[in-house]
């Protein structure tokens, strides 16, 4: 699996804009970039997720370099609710199952400041 | 979107003993898979619940102790046996529709082996 790299720690204060950036220099030309985050004493959630075009939904932005190396999720306002642990994770999209996991590195843990 | 119901949300048992965990989705999912969490640690991948056959355990995870099922397209169940306290973690099921969308993770099962 290709690999991702993200700073252990990130702080933010509330109302903020916060960026999480990943690097991702191995990323194969079918690799998806997910964004999931996990609350404390929750299962993880997805966030975004893209190939090679920026993203945005309701939760979040995501912004993705044009050689694909890396990418940085984009919370435009942070709330403290959003204190969560960010990962960043690449995921194959052909067919078969090996394809469908998700494998997840130590990620980026944001806290948000009142 | 998907949601999952995890049975048991924790549990306290006794080394030696074994414990089931069962996972539904409310919706039929092509893909099931179960994770690890260790205290303070990100995700680890146990195995691939296939529906009909065999499970497909990752590196270090073997079926004698983790034990899948999955009888159908919303159900399935990891077992932990032969239970010891280096098996306390939260155990997480995640499902998925298809490669290209998002992976759904119910709230986790808490395991204390005393």
């Known amino acids: 699996d290709a690999k991702t790299t993200q700073p252990n720690s990130m702080e933010s204060n509330e109302e903020e804009p916060v960026h999480l950036p990943c690097n991702h220099s191995t990323i194969s030309g079918t690799d998806y970039i997910h964004w999931y985050r996990q609350l404390p004493s929750q299962g993880p959630e997805y966030v975004i997720h893209g190939l090679t075009s920026n993203v945005n939904n309701r939760m979040a932005s995501l912004a993705i370099a044009e050689d694909r190396k890396s990418s940085t999720l984009i919370l435009h306002r942070a709330t403290l609710r959003d204190a969560a642990v960010y990962y960043c994770i690449l995921r194959g999209a052909n067919s078969g199952g090996s394809n469908y996991k998700l494998t997840f590195g130590k990620g980026t843990l944001l806290t948000v400041n009142p | 979107s998907a949601v999952i119901s995890q049975k048991p949300s924790r549990d306290i048992c006794q080394r030696g003993t074994s414990l089931t965990i069962q996972c539904q989705v409310d919706?039929?999912?092509?893909?099931m898979f179960w994770y690890r969490q260790q205290p303070g640690q990100s995700l680890t991948l146990i195995a691939t619940a296939n529906q009909g056959s065999e499970a497909t355990y990752e590196s270090g995870f073997v079926i004698d102790k983790f034990p899948i099922s999955r009888p159908n397209l919303t159900f399935s169940t990891l077992t932990v046996s032969n239970m010891s306290p280096e098996d306390s973690s939260i155990y997480l099921c995640?499902?998925?529709?298809?490669?290209?969308?998002?992976?759904?993770f119910g709230q986790g099962t808490r395991l204390t082996v005393v």
């Open positions: 919706s039929q999912v092509t893909m």
């Open positions: 995640s499902a998925n529709r298809d490669s290209n969308t998002e992976a759904f």
